[in-house]
């Protein structure tokens, strides 16, 4: 196998699954070529004239739908850790003696361990998209057949869209659906508020059905997934563990460390000036997210203001601060509880969007470039500001890349992360894996100071008589060093068990079997 | 020119406008084959990442997105007679001294006339949309230089789908937008309720404008029109003159014959049994059809029961009846009045819709055979129930299609039309032009009596001891023919001024320039 060395450094092969890969080239540097996927054309003559396109259940639908060997089956995550459907879809395949499908979920969870059988006994071939604790274990663990493909939520509508990945069937779990296909995400006992995530898939899937656990009469309204893409419909006993589903544990954070970095992350915005009438935001859902987010407000209602826009993953926080008057829209692209879901089913201005909308790289613009202040996490970072979320400095692939590469278009990139891990320091002279350029980077926020990229010569310019503790990122590194002692390098095998994607499709790393 | 037979015994060249065609061979006969349009991949890098696409004007818009002689360029008409814009965009191609256009809009009314200069002076090689009035009697009389194609909405929807129409430049006017291309209908001084006739053109485009009289801050919500698929962004000062986008005149009608024939179609229903508790229906916007919409609400109060869906064009009736809860939800694609406008903008039960969701026939099914009663309009219908819309008896082409092609999908297709028009019988041996298969047309309901197609025997049975005038369509013709005498038949010169496209992108008929 032939090796490059891409624009980050990195020696990516020339083929992941026996496909060929381009590498990274830079920020905007490759050009696509081609045309869109097209799908076959359908006909009307083909489907009931009534739109009852029920079928009794998911055996029966995917056998009408043609499964066979080597197809890829995709699903997607909005049911979070409650997903059942997936885990059930891969024992139908194996009892139908179907091999080496590629499982293409928009993420994967620890709910659907059991799916380590199928990729075992060789019913799954291997997995195109993030894999969460244990799934991720086994594939670093070098168990998996094929490689993992990891994609951020922009980059698998824009591999889906391009024709890079083409979805056979695809698998719709859905809150509320009717006879005809269309299908949302807001009503009903699995609600889950949108299905954003399944809009690729529906797109352009050979084949599509919509499973759910809350059959409704024509019309489904609103219409997250349009029924006019659906070729059947299965009424399932229950699609979702709701207390999973939305997660009601999403607190702000107690600890004094990370309510220390939150703090500092929201006094830097208001001193550098980002915090102004009609600016927008995207925090996570994580304890510090949260509390940068409560910042945000206070510092809103302190100066007048309000926000044009945030962007979701929503939260009780987040719809609180739409119901003030503080932010005018939330544009959603997944609730995290039940404030979430009712706000976007209940209020106009609670948007859900899409990875089309939001995020994906080939086409005409997308929202991430239109934020302002965007927060995002990281596994660890290295002094050139490059930023890993997949993997941990052990080597083991345990996390997803979610949005967070699309989010690096931002205009003010915070990474607010604690100085260490564990004893391990986040800062590194090199990241285990590259998930993201440090040129998108702008700003590292620890509790032990704050790191301006170089680049952004502005921010230091604006931040140079600040009373916050601003240093290098080498200063950074220096000090967690001086507590933790140097990090060690994690030891691989040679065997590739996943390639990280861009946003282009381009790949910009790739993981290895860890060395036990 | 070879010329073949189509399944409905029209004569049909094998090209129209030098471009090959397939000839009508039958409902749910033709079988599409290949794959969609694929549109080129784009990417963000070439477009603005702060989301600002505007553009100075239209004339700038127009030359950024590449114009040249031959191209292909869309307009949608959800501003029906108060268009501006469509004007305006041939005046500049002229200016440029472009040639040889063609103009691709969803319909085309009598405000733009003027383009008569265009088409005459070789600016516009021919229009393929509908042509109500002045245009429709210019291409009558054989003065376009190519010959127009008529397509129903949802074929329209289906050409561009199928790439049988690329659309080389769409202008998409809108009552609200933002400097991203996000618009939308429901507000601004010139709101027309939806943009969903634009949704084809926007997806499938190669270059996409918006022009906007209403420009806002990002995010514009609803996004009717998705930014991702725009390519510029114009302001202009005014896109369409308001009180003629939305017509306050639209009212039931008063003429005794109509309200009788209004009168009869809903009694029919009700004796038919087709007034059921979570049935549907679509009404047109015309006197006659507002009237029955009126009848129907006071056999639903009668019976105390509620309409699951009803389709729009909307209007102040239809949107009481969705007020006063007889009717579940408004699946529209056009508003009709102020209150239609009002009603979508603020009720979520009134759900705009496309031509996509609605009346695509070369999806995954659509929504037109889940409606159990349509009424519809004609121009004339022969003795087999086959039924014109387009042209008058006189042979000139007046009117488009709209989604009339489209609904004869529907479970009880119902004609209310008065036996004759200015002493001109409208049943007769052979309609002028074939819009529509008599197979998928039920009822035929005139003010002196009804005709039910030998088809519908359940229908016939169920009817048998009516007290209402049910006849055959002979008799019907001969009472007309009776007081006013034989009709004569249109005379045509051979030329042909235009080709009436089936839902499928098949060729049911043409139409031949008028012989003065």
């Excluded at 600016?279 to 945000?296: M, N």
């Excluded at 590259?434 to 604006?462: F, H, S, Y």
Aim: net charge neutral; charged share 20%; glycine share 10%.
């Amino acid at each position: 196998m032939n090796f490059t060395k891409n624009a980050v450094g990195r020696m990516i092969p020339e083929k992941i699954n026996d496909k060929l890969v381009t590498s990274f080239q830079g920020v905007g540097k490759f050009r696509p070529q081609g045309k869109k996927h097209a799908p076959k054309i359908a006909t009307c003559a083909d489907y009931p004239l009534d739109g009852n396109k029920l079928v009794p259940n998911l055996k029966e639908a995917l056998l009408k739908a043609g499964i066979k060997d080597g197809m890829t089956i995709s699903t997607h995550h909005h049911f979070r850790n409650g997903d059942i459907l997936a885990v059930e879809i891969f024992k139908i395949a194996q009892e139908l003696g179907i091999k080496d499908l590629v499982w293409f979920p928009s993420a994967s969870f620890p709910c659907q361990a059991p799916i380590i059988e199928q990729l075992e006994n060789g019913t799954i071939h291997h997995i195109e998209g993030s894999m969460n604790g244990p799934l991720g274990k086994f594939a670093s663990e070098g168990k998996m057949k094929g490689a993992g493909v990891l994609r951020s939520h922009g980059g698998r509508y824009q591999a889906v869209q391009d024709g890079d990945v083409k979805i056979d069937i695809a698998i719709i779990a859905a809150p509320t659906a009717d006879p005809f296909g269309n299908a949302n995400g807001v009503t009903g006992n699995s609600a889950c508020g949108l299905l954003g995530f399944a809009l690729a898939d529906s797109q352009y899937a050979d084949k599509v059905i919509v499973a759910t656990d809350n059959l409704i009469p024509f019309p489904c309204i609103p219409w997250q997934i349009q029924g006019n893409y659906v070729d059947y419909v299965v009424e399932v006993d229950q699609i979702g563990i709701p207390e999973k589903i939305v997660s009601g544990t999403t607190r702000i954070t107690k600890s004094p460390d990370r309510l220390h970095i939150a703090e500092l992350t929201a006094k830097f915005c208001e001193e550098a000036d980002l915090i102004k009438d009609g600016f927008s935001f995207q925090a996570g859902a994580g304890g510090t997210s949260l509390s940068i987010g409560v910042y945000f407000g206070e510092i809103m209602k302190k100066k007048g203001i309000k926000a044009r826009f945030a962007r979701g993953g929503s939260n009780k926080y987040l719809v609180n601060m739409l119901e003030e008057g503080l932010v005018e829209y939330i544009l959603d692209g997944q609730t995290f509880d039940l404030d979430g879901v009712r706000s976007m089913r209940d209020n106009p201005r609670h948007q859900n969007t899409s990875p089309f909308t939001s995020y994906n790289y080939h086409g005409k613009g997308n929202f991430t470039g239109m934020v302002d202040i965007v927060i995002l996490g990281a596994t660890e970072v290295d002094v050139n500001f490059n930023a890993n979320v997949v993997t941990h400095s052990d080597g083991y692939l345990l996390h997803g890349i979610g949005g967070w590469q699309n989010c690096l278009f931002g205009k003010n990139v915070i990474l607010p992360i604690p100085l260490f891990r564990d004893r391990i320091p986040v800062i590194r002279d090199e990241v285990t894996t590259i998930c993201g350029p440090g040129e998108l980077i702008d700003i590292i926020v620890t509790e032990r100071g704050i790191a301006i990229n170089p680049r952004r010569t502005d921010l230091i310019e604006k931040m140079k008589n600040s009373s916050l503790p601003i240093k290098t990122i080498q200063e950074l590194k220096a000090e967690a060093e001086a507590i933790c002692g140097k990090p060690k390098v994690a030891e691989f095998e040679d065997k590739i068990i996943a390639a990280i994607k861009w946003v282009d499709g381009t790949v910009i790393d790739v993981v290895r079997q860890v060395k036990i």
